[in-house]
Each structure stands twice: as structure tokens, then as C-alpha cells.
């Protein structure tokens, strides 16, 4: 989870309604695909070679093939059905480093992506979706 949060610049309840089928293969990247955020934006999201193995990891350690990617694990081991609430995933970075300042972080992020080879592809205003890819691949 903390993966997702830190590697893909991800909000809480985005990573809290993060879904497996959100999960894609496009071209030769991994992406989340059509990713619905804050204020009702979509976009599409690129996932970094190691957040998609800590995801895969995951995956496979708890046997989900579909619906949503974190979830709970009750005293008996067993699986929740449903995903956590942003207030557990809150939780989960609360507890984390003290000198952490996680907004700081997706802004670190989204600045450092132009800085890794990739820029940003705006549609038009009729479908706001956005995409990373490769500096020239537009």
C-alpha cells in the first residue's frame, strides 16, 4: 500500500478504491487506467517497475484476482471482501515515519516525472483524462 501511495503519487481514497481490473497492461507500461480522483477527474497513472512487484507480490501472497487490491485480514487470516476506507489507509500513514510529509510527496512526485523522461498528455476538456509517457512519444 505504501508502495502504490509513495510510487504512483496515489490519494488515499484513490488507493482505497483501487480495484485489480484498475490494474492494466497499455503498450509496455503498467498502468492504473481511468483512475477517478478528487473533484471527479480522471486520469491514468503510471506504475513503476517496483510498485508493480510489491502489487503482484501482494496479490499473489493473498490470492486476489479480482475487486480491490488492499484489504483487510481478520485474526483468522481470512480476507475481507471489500477494500479498506481512506480513514484505514490514514491510519496506515499516520503510523509511518514521523517526519514524513506525505502531500510533500505527491507534489515530489508529479515534479519528479518530467524529470524521469516523461511529460504529461492532456485530452481535450470533453474527456479529462491525462497520461504520463515518454518524452517524443506523443
Not at 86 to 104: Q, T
Not at 107 to 123: E, K, V
Request: glycine share 10%.
Amino acid at each position: 500500500m505504501i508502495a502504490v501511495l509513495l510510487g504512483c503519487g496515489l490519494r488515499r481514497a484513490e488507493v482505497a478504491g483501487l480495484t485489480v481490473e484498475d490494474l492494466q497492461q497499455r503498450e509496455e507500461h503498467r498502468v492504473i487506467a481511468d483512475l477517478v480522483g478528487k473533484g471527479g477527474h480522471v486520469r491514468t497513472v503510471p506504475v513503476p517497475a517496483w510498485v508493480k512487484l510489491a502489487v503482484d507480490n501482494w496479490l499473489t501472497a493473498v490470492g486476489i484476482s479480482t475487486g480491490a487490491v488492499f484489504r483487510a485480514i481478520n485474526k483468522a487470516r481470512r480476507i475481507a471482501t471489500s477494500g479498506f476506507s481512506p480513514k484505514v489507509i490514514w491510519g496506515v500513514v499516520k503510523a509511518g515515519p514521523r517526519d514524513v510529509v506525505w502531500i510533500a510527496l505527491r507534489r515530489t512526485i508529479s515534479a519528479a516525472m518530467p524529470n524521469a523522461g516523461l511529460c504529461r498528455i492532456d485530452y481535450p476538456a470533453a474527456t479529462p483524462v491525462g497520461r504520463w509517457t515518454p518524452h517524443g512519444a506523443a
